[in-house]
C-alpha cells in the first residue's frame, strides 16, 4: 500500500442510530457527576490525599473527552462529513484522544498507588506525596499529547481540505504504522500493570487473618468490579483498532477496505462502550475515597446534618476496625478504603 491519504467506501450513516443516542446520554449524564466528583476531591486535595490527584486528573480527563462528545454528535448528524475545517479537526481530535489514552494511564496509576501504599508504603515514599504525584501525572499529560499530537500530524497529511475528520474509514499507511507500533505503551502496558497491581493488592488483603470475611468480601467484590469495568468497557475498543490497523499494514487497498467495511459499524460500537466509561468512573473511583463518601452521605442525610456522623455509621464506612495497628495506621494516613 502507498502513503497517501485515501478513504474506504463504507455505510457512514450506519453508526448515527447508536452513536447520537450514546453521546447525548453520556453528556448529559457524566457532566454533572464528573463536576460533582471534581467538587468533592477538592476537600481530598487540600488534604494531601495522594490518591485524589490521579483520580482528580482521571475526572478531568472525562470532563474534557465529554466537552468534545457535542462535535461526534455534530458529526454523526451529517453522516460524519465534516464542516468545521481543518483546524477544529484538529482541536477536537487532538483534545478528545488525548484523555482518551490519558484515562488509561490514570487508572493504572491510581491501581499503583494503591499497590504502593499497601506492598511497599516506605521504600516508594516520594511517589506517595502529593508534589510527586502532581510531578508524575504531569509527564503523563505531556507524553499522551504528544504521542497523540504526532499521531494525528501523521493522520491528516497534507490535505487542505477536511470532507471526513479522522474517521476511521480513512486509509493512511505512515499512521497504521504508528498505531500498530505504539498500541503497546497506550494500552496493553497500562492493562497489564494495572491487573497486576489490583491482583497483587487482593493477595496481600488475603494474608491479613485479622481482616472479617464480609469486609473482605467487599473489597475483593469492588476490586473485582473494578478490573471487569476495565477490561470489558476499554479492551473491545483498544482489539478492535489494533486489529484493523494491523491488517491495513499487511494488507492490498481492497482487501483492506473489505475489512474496514465489515468491521466499520463495531468500531464505533466498541467506541461507544468505552466512552460510557465517562459515567460508571466517577460513580466507581469516587468511592476509593472515604472521606468522600462520609460526606456525601452528610450532605443527603438531615440526620447527619443536625447531629453528626453517626459512630455506627463511622464503623460500616471504613476497615480501620478490623484491620491490624500498621495496616490501620496506613489506611487512615491515605483515607482509603482499599
Known amino acids: 500500500m502507498n502513503n497517501t491519504t485515501d478513504f474506504c467506501p463504507v455505510s457512514l450513516n450506519a453508526t448515527k442510530f447508536f452513536r447520537i443516542p450514546v453521546y447525548t446520554v453520556v453528556l448529559v449524564a457524566g457532566l454533572p457527576l464528573n463536576c460533582l466528583a471534581l467538587w468533592a476531591l477538592v476537600y481530598q486535595m487540600k488534604r494531601s490525599v495522594v490518591l485524589s490527584v490521579y483520580i482528580t486528573n482521571l475526572m478531568l480527563a472525562n470532563l474534557l473527552q465529554i466537552l468534545m462528545l457535542p462535535f461526534g454528535i455534530y458529526s454523526s448528524s451529517q453522516n460524519h ?103 503497546a505503551l497506550s494500552f496493553f502496558i497500562p492493562c497489564v500493570l494495572m491487573g497486576f497491581f489490583y491482583f497483587r493488592v487482593l493477595a496481600e488483603l488475603r494474608k491479613v487473618v485479622s481482616l472479617e470475611k464480609r469486609v473482605k468480601r467487599q473489597i475483593y467484590g469492588f476490586i473485582s468490579l473494578i478490573i471487569a469495568a476495565f477490561f470489558l468497557l476499554f479492551t473491545p475498543f483498544q ?15 481492497n482487501d483492506v477496505c473489505a475489512l474496514v467495511a465489515n468491521i466499520y459499524v463495531y468500531i464505533h460500537a466498541t467506541l461507544c462502550l468505552t466512552i460510557s466509561g465517562n459515567i460508571l468512573d466517577p460513580l466507581l473511583y469516587i468511592l476509593l475515597l472515604k472521606d468522600v463518601r462520609r460526606e456525601f452521605k452528610v450532605t443527603l442525610s438531615s440526620r447527619a446534618r443536625q447531629t453528626g456522623i453517626p459512630y455506627k455509621l463511622e464503623q460500616q464506612d471504613g476497615l480501620t476496625s478490623s484491620v491490624p495497628e500498621q495496616m490501620q495506621n496506613q489506611l487512615r494516613t491515605q483515607d482509603v478504603t482499599c
Open 81 to 183: 462529513h465534516w464542516g468545521l475545517g481543518k483546524g477544529a479537526c484538529i482541536a477536537v481530535g487532538l483534545a478528545f484522544r488525548t484523555n482518551f489514552y490519558a484515562k488509561n494511564s490514570f487508572l493504572c496509576l491510581i491501581a499503583m498507588e494503591r499497590y504502593i501504599g499497601l506492598v511497599y508504603p516506605l521504600r516508594f515514599y516520594r511517589l506517595q506525596t502529593m508534589q510527586g504525584a502532581a510531578k508524575v501525572s504531569i509527564v503523563v499529560w505531556l507524553l499522551v499529547m504528544s504521542l497523540c499530537a504526532v499521531g494525528i500530524v501523521l493522520e491528516m497529511g497534507t490535505r487542505a481540505q477536511q470532507t471526513y475528520c479522522l474517521d476511521f474509514s480513512q486509509l493512511n499507511y505512515k499512521y497504521a504504522q504508528f498505531r500498530v507500533s505504539i498500541v
Open 239 to 253: 482489539v478492535m483498532l489494533y486489529y484493523r490497523y494491523y491488517w491495513e499494514v499487511k494488507l492490498s487497498r
